[in-house]
């Protein structure tokens, strides 16, 4: 509901005042954050910087307000995965893992001509245990995987799109623009990222869900068998014929 402005950053957005005596915020359990300018291309090393700068400091603050166990789903522009070195990286890397992402085409957001840029939908999950937040960074697994060389152009993509090429919702082409600078577009000109985003969402928790162990075998109840035969209230022949055993005033309230 922001309208994109210029120059870079857009605008705050302002809070609404807190009400008197209101309960200080908790820890929660998702929390979604959205870069501003995410589908615009940043040809400025000052604008570019910025953008870096700026999305890191604001996913170690949604990761820091996390729930043990809490999601934070991210929509950052593609640069933000794409850009090289593990050192952006370490701050996230100490309190929550890298589950998976989702890259969405250009112009998914607007049709404006310069905010074509593609755009991930990233997925982190804090740690469940605060024992691990204070581990060093250099024993834990990285959040996201390296970035390596396309093909097509001399531009840098996240590794995690390789064995991953589903998760990237249309065709990946490197274009030239008039300032003579390669530049990553994703083309969907049929729309179908809208259901195959779904898929993707579907496939990375199926993924980062745990197995169910099975439970013990079921046991069978024994079989009642050689069970002594119920007694009718009445004598056999060999007992006395066919007399009632029961005192005469012995009644029965409901019948047998």
């Known amino acids: 509901m922001t309208p994109p402005r210029w120059p870079y950053p857009a605008f705050t957005v302002d ?4 009400p008197a005596g209101a309960r200080p915020r908790g820890l929660f359990a998702v929390q ?3 870069q501003v300018g995410l589908d615009v291309r940043a040809r400025s ?10 999305f890191h400091e604001q996913l170690a603050s949604a990761l820091t307000g996390a729930a043990p166990g809490g999601l934070v789903v991210a929509l950052a522009n593609h640069t933000i995965l794409d850009t090289t070195g593990r050192a952006p ?5 100490q309190v929550a ?9 250009s112009h998914a957001l607007r049709t404006d001509a310069r905010c074509d840029a593609p755009f991930d939908l990233l ?18 697994d990285l959040v996201v995987p390296e970035t390596v ?3 097509d152009g001399n531009l840098p993509v996240n590794a995690y799109y390789g064995p991953h090429r589903a998760h990237v919702l249309g065709h990946p082409i490197v274009r030239t623009d008039r300032w003579d600078m390669e530049h990553l577009t994703v083309l969907d000109t049929d729309q179908t990222w809208r259901t195959r985003l779904p898929q993707v969402l579907d496939q990375i928790t199926h993924d980062h869900t745990p197995a169910v162990p099975p439970g013990p075998p079921t046991r069978r109840p024994p079989e009642l068998t050689n069970l ?4 009718t209230g009445r004598l056999s022949v060999g007992q006395g014929g066919d007399r009632d055993h029961r005192p005469p005033q012995a009644t029965d309230p409901v019948p047998l």
Do not use: C, K
Request: proline share 12%.
């Open 228 to 231: 002594p035969e119920p007694r």
């Open 123 to 140: 997925i982190f999950r804090r740690h469940t245990h605060p024992a691990i937040d204070r581990a060093p960074a250099h024993g834990l």
């Open 89 to 93: 990286w370490e701050q996230a890397g």
């Open 149 to 151: 060389w396309m093909q």
């Open 45 to 54: 090393m000052t604008a570019w910087n910025y953008q870096q700068r700026r």
């Open 15 to 18: 809070p609404a005042p807190e």
């Open 97 to 105: 893992d890298f589950l998976g992402a989702a890259r969405l085409p």
């Open 32 to 34: 979604v954050l959205s």
